[in-house]
C-alpha cells in the first residue's frame, strides 16, 4: 500500500506548490498562507466529523449552528433555514460571499448528516475525528462532511485572500440527503428567490477515479439515473400446500419475473455517455480504443457489444436497468398464500419517460393479474451541459494538478439531491474535491474506516479555491 500511494502523494503535494499565474484568472490581494490553511481545515474538518448527525434522526441543526459559527467569525452571514417544516432539530444552513454581480452566482451544496455507523466495526471511534497516520477519520470523511468543509474553506479563502469575484459563492448545507432528502426538496421548493440568480451548482455525485496511485479520471457528474421503484403483487386464494390449486399466486408471480428476468431493455446512449467512452478510450489500444471512441457505432456490432456490455457499471449507464430484488409469498413450506408478491429496483436514464417504460413492462409481463405500485415518484431527470464555463474551469484546474488528466462525465448509477436543484434549471455538477484511491472510496463510503488522508483535505482546498477562481 505504501509504494502503491507514492504516485499519488506526489499529485496531492505537486499541488501545494504554486501553480503558474493564469492571465484570465483574478488573483488573491492579499496572499494565503496555504500551509496554515490545511492545519486550519483538518482541524475543523476533524471538529466537524466529531458532530453527530446520524440520520436517522439526523439532528443536523448541530451541524448547521458548527457551520454557522466558522463562516460568522469569518465575516460571513449565514442563516438558519427551513427548521418550521424540518423539525427543531433539523435545518438548512444558507449563506453567500457577494461578488460584484457581473455574472451569475454559483452554489456549493452539501449535506450534514451521515449514515449510521457501527463502532464495532471501525479501527478507531467513528466520531472521534481522529487525525492518525495522516488520516482524518469518522464518518462523514468522505460522504460528505469532507466535501462540505472543502467547499466552506475555499470560500473562506477567496474571502480573506480578497480575490475579486464576478459571481457570488452560495453555500448551502442540506438536512436529510441520506433517508428522505427533505432538506434539499424543501430549500429548492420554500427558497427560489435565494436560487434564482444561481447558474452553477457543485456538490457529490462526481467520482475521481484513483487505482493503484495512479489518476485514470477527473469525473465531473453531469447526470445521474432515476429511481423508478416498482411492487408486483398477484392475488390468490389460500389454501393447504398437499392440494396444489390453479389460484395459487406465487407460479403466477415466478412467471410474471421470469419474463422480466428475461426481457433485456434497449440501449440508449445520452450525450454525457457518449463522452465519457470517448474520453475513456484514450486509455485502451487496439480494437477496444475504436470501439470506444464511438460507442453508439460500437454497440452496433455483436463481438464489441459483448465485450462493452459484460461490464456492469458501463452495462447500467447504456440502458434502463430492472434488478428483481425483494420477494415474498408463504412463510410456512405447507400453506398456499393469498398474495404474492416482488420488488424490483428499476433505474431510468435520466432521458426516459416512467410512464411508457412501465406501460413496456407491463407489456412484457402480459399478465392483467399481475398489479405494479410504484414504490416512490420519480424525481426531475438530471443531466447537465457539459460545455459551460464551470466544466472548463474544472477541466483547468484538473490538468494544472495532472499535466493531460482526463476530465470526463461518468454518469451516476445512484441517486443524490441535484435533481431537486437541477429542475429549477440550475447547471448542476456532482464535483470530487479529493483523489482518493477507489479501495478507499469503497471500503469507507457508507461502509467501515471512513477516512480522507490529510493531504487530500489540502488538495481539495486548493483545488476548489482554483475552480472559483477560473469560473469568474
Ligand atoms: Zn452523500
Keep these: ?97 457577494r461578488g460584484n454581480g457581473s455574472k451569475k452566482a454559483i452554489a456549493l451544496v452539501n449535506h450534514i448528516d451521515v449514515v449510521p455507523a457501527t463502532p464495532a466495526d471501525w479501527s478507531v471511534p467513528p466520531f472521534s475525528g481522529a487525525i492518525e497516520d495522516g488520516y482524518v477519520w469518522g464518518r462523514g470523511a468522505l460522504d460528505m462532511k469532507g466535501e462540505g468543509i472543502v467547499q466552506l474553506m475555499a470560500m473562506i479563502a477567496l474571502k480573506r485572500s480578497g480575490v475579486p469575484l464576478t459571481r457570488d459563492i452560495v453555500f448551502i448545507g442540506n438536512s436529510d440527503e441520506e433517508a428522505g432528502s427533505t432538506g434539499a ?50 392475488k390468490g386464494v389460500a389454501s393447504h400446500g398437499s392440494r396444489p390449486t390453479p389460484q395459487n399466486p406465487v407460479p403466477r408471480l415466478v412467471a410474471a419475473l421470469d419474463k422480466l428476468a428475461h426481457y433485456e431493455t434497449p440501449l440508449h446512449v445520452t450525450p454525457g455517455v457518449q463522452k ?30 459483448q465485450w462493452i456490455l459484460a461490464n456492469v457499471y458501463w452495462n447500467a449507464i447504456l440502458r434502463n436497468t430492472i434488478s428483481l430484488t425483494g420477494l415474498s409469498g408463504s412463510n410456512k413450506t405447507n400453506v398456499i398464500p393469498s398474495e404474492a408478491s416482488a420488488e424490483l429496483d428499476i433505474r431510468l436514464l435520466p432521458d426516459q419517460d416512467p410512464a411508457e417504460f412501465l406501460a413496456t413492462l407491463e407489456h412484457v409481463v402480459n399478465d392483467t393479474s399481475v398489479v405494479w405500485q410504484s414504490l416512490a415518484t420519480p424525481r426531475a431527470p438530471l443531466e447537465s451541459p457539459i460545455d459551460t464555463d464551470l466544466f472548463h474551469a474544472i477541466e483547468r484546474a484538473a490538468r494544472e494538478r495532472v499535466p493531460n488528466a482526463l476530465v470526463t462525465t461518468p ?62
Design 276 to 305: 465519457y467512452f470517448h474520453d475513456i478510450s484514450r486509455t485502451y489500444t487496439g480494437e477496444h480504443r475504436q470501439w470506444l471512441a464511438d460507442v453508439t457505432a460500437a454497440l452496433q456490432r455483436p463481438t464489441a457489444r
Design 411 to 472: 454518469m451516476l448509477t445512484g441517486a443524490t439531491d441535484r435533481p431537486e436543484y437541477r429542475q429549477l434549471g440550475i447547471i448542476t455538477y456532482g464535483f470530487d474535491p479529493f483523489l482518493v484511491e477507489a479501495s478507499d472510496a469503497q471500503r469507507g463510503v457508507h461502509g467501515h474506516d471512513e477516512r480522507v488522508s490529510v493531504q487530500n483535505v489540502g488538495f481539495g482546498v486548493r483545488y476548489l479555491y482554483d475552480v472559483l477562481r477560473y469560473v469568474q
Design 185 to 234: 426538496e424543501v430549500f429548492a421548493e420554500k427558497h427560489r428567490d435565494l436560487l434564482r440568480d444561481v447558474e452553477f451548482l457543485l456538490t457529490e455525485g462526481g467520482d475521481n477515479r484513483v487505482e493503484q496511485g495512479k489518476v485514470d479520471y477527473f469525473g465531473v457528474g453531469v447526470a445521474e439515473k432515476r429511481t423508478f421503484w416498482q411492487r408486483l403483487t398477484v
Design 1 to 97: 500500500m505504501r509504494s502503491i500511494s507514492l504516485m499519488l502523494a506526489a499529485v496531492l503535494i505537486a499541488a501545494a506548490s504554486p501553480v503558474h499565474a493564469q492571465h484570465s484568472a483574478p488573483q488573491p490581494v492579499t496572499p494565503i498562507d496555504w500551509a496554515a490553511l490545511d492545519s486550519e481545515t483538518v482541524h475543523i474538518l476533524s471538529d466537524y466529523l466529531q458532530v453527530n448527525t446520524t440520520n436517522p434522526p439526523g439532528n443536523e441543526m448541530r451541524g448547521v449552528r458548527f457551520l454557522q459559527r466558522i463562516l460568522q467569525q469569518n465575516g460571513i452571514e449565514a442563516q438558519i433555514l427551513d427548521t418550521a417544516e424540518l423539525g427543531a432539530t433539523r435545518g438548512n444552513l444558507y449563506a453567500r460571499l
